[in-house]
């Protein structure tokens, strides 16, 4: 009895140790936020809640709707993020046609890995700046409106509050 005790426990142990050598912990949730702009301080969303390819990216007051909250993915280098839409996770923050030119509207488009859709979060005096791989420019609102429904646009940097977020 002593002997079938033993080989048990040390069954039991061995299984106990090959678990947590080889049990893998669930991946933490993805924390969607939404952005407030810097100068309206108005939520950074899709217009009128779509998600269709090519829908333009606005700023309007915060409301908690899906299309307002959006997850920040690492991609390989660490330095880069895809910036996917609550509302539809395989939407992606990117760029009119992957143009480069400022004014070129910021839109969402199915997640491609384009350099386009490619940004890295600089932080600026507690708010952040969405630098653009393919240009690195940076995303503001058209003429630094602070009209519900302001367009978010590719722009150089020029140290407005319209071009950073919290």
Do not use: H
């Not at 947590?20 to 939520?43: E, H």
């Not at 330095?79 to 143009?99: F, H």
């Not at 952040?128 to 630094?144: K, L, P, Q």
């Not at 302001?150 to 919290?166: C, E, H, K």
């Amino acid at each position: 009895m002593r002997r079938r005790f033993a080989v048990r426990s040390v069954a039991a142990s061995a299984a106990a140790v090959l678990m947590s050598v080889f049990f893998v912990a669930p991946a933490q949730a993805a924390f969607y936020r939404q952005w407030r702009n810097g100068n309206s301080t108005q939520c950074m969303g899709t217009n009128n809640g779509y998600t269709t390819n090519g829908t333009v990216v606005i700023q309007w007051g915060c409301n908690n709707n899906p299309d307002q909250k959006w997850l920040d993915v690492p991609l390989d280098d660490g330095e880069w993020y895809r910036i996917q839409n609550l509302a539809d996770p395989t939407k992606c923050l990117g760029v009119m046609n992957g143009s480069t030119t400022p004014g070129a509207q910021i839109i969402i488009w199915d997640c491609n890995g384009n350099w386009d859709q490619q940004w890295t979060l600089v932080a600026f005096n507690g708010q952040y700046v969405f630098y653009n791989r393919a240009s690195y420019r940076i995303i503001g609102i058209a003429g630094a409106s602070r009209t519900p429904g302001g367009g978010a646009v590719l722009w150089d940097w020029q140290n407005n509050p319209d071009q950073r977020w919290y």
